[in-house]
């Protein structure tokens, strides 16, 4: 080896060992993610239990902040904020090693029976490469959101193997219905629990049409629950954290998006992964997915049909999942059946141990 190459060497050995600046994100592991394992599930949730308060993705607000809070004693459970839940870089909660610390240290603390983020937002996909799937394993929690928790979810079910629950993030405005369900499948397993629409959301339909329960295919469909915010979902395919669809019971939903977006993500998904090996599809409510400022657009049920039609499997549209007030709690990885003349999802086993 020459001097040059000797100085270089010696430069690049001298560089890993320095700190990361300010901002920046841990280097990328080398080591190869974990198998699949067997499911694990974690401990119920029990009056009095802490939850940690915490910020993966956007940044919190002190409004935010304090909602929340009134959101987790109203249930009866102590707080325990995370050390950057305050944090703001640009605009996500803190910078990913910030964000990764709280969320590693949560899991980490035997005190702490579930973790609650704040918001979605946008940045969880950029922990995703950086998650320590052996410590989320060893210390089984309830990780508890939706929107950008999606990418939670997806990485920690395929690589951790726990069970994760798609539903109200801490400073969701809650209801009778959200709270019913949730606390139904974080605190109280039962080997069969049936979960209705919510007639709120039928009553919505009235004036708001996309609140609507639709079946595309009727019948009965059983499988694990799989999905999530269909952005994030269809980001991730092709990647070490994509959903496994098949033979799943596949759920999405979006907000904020016009249908030509809706219909892109849901090709790219389709592509990678194939709606067809689903046993069955639920797209929730998607708040504000009309037509923006197009002269000439599809609507969001015409977008929607292009790809539940063909299907061969039970699909609907409408159910009570979403950025809406009136949502269930979905147990990510458990096995539940979808019933479209009932409009029901009966889970088949308990989420919690």
Known sequence: MNTSRRAFAAWLAAAALLPLPAGAAPRRRRTPLPRIKPLIKPPRLQPGDTVALIAPGGYATEKSIAKARRNIEALGLR???????????????????????????????????????????????????????????????????????????????????????HGPVASSTMTDYSVEHMMAVLSDPQPRYTIPMALENSRRALE????????????????????????????????????????????????????????????????AAGFSKAAGVM?????????????????????????????????????????IRDQFTIPMGIRATLDTERQTVTLLEPAVS
């Open 79 to 165: 707080v325990r904020e995370g050390a950057s839940l305050r944090a703001v870089y640009g605009n996500y909660a803190g910078s990913v090693p910030q964000r990764l610390a709280d969320l590693h240290a949560m899991f980490g603390d035997p005190e702490i029976k579930m973790i609650w983020p704040i918001r979605g937002g946008s940045g969880c996909i950029s922990l995703l490469a950086h998650l320590d799937f052996a410590l989320i394993r060893a210390n089984p929690k309830i990780l508890l959101g939706y929107s950008d928790i999606t990418a939670l979810h997806l990485a920690i079910h395929k690589h951790a193997g726990l069970v994760t629950f």
């Open 208 to 271: 708001k049409p996309h609140f609507a329960l639709r079946t595309v295919h009727a019948g009965t469909a059983t499988g694990a629950l799989m999905g999530g915010n269909l952005s994030l979902v269809a980001a991730l395919a092709g990647t070490p954290y994509a959903a496994d669809l098949k033979d799943s019971l596949l759920f999405l939903e979006e907000v904020n998006e016009a249908p030509y977006r809706i219909d892109r993500w849901l090709t790219q998904l389709d592509l």
């Open 283 to 323: 797209v929730g409510i998607c708040e504000d997915c009309g037509p923006e400022h197009e002269d000439i657009s599809l609507t969001l049920d015409q977008t929607l049909d292009i790809h539940l039609q063909p299907l061969s499997v039970p699909a609907v549209s409408g159910y009570s999942i979403g950025h």
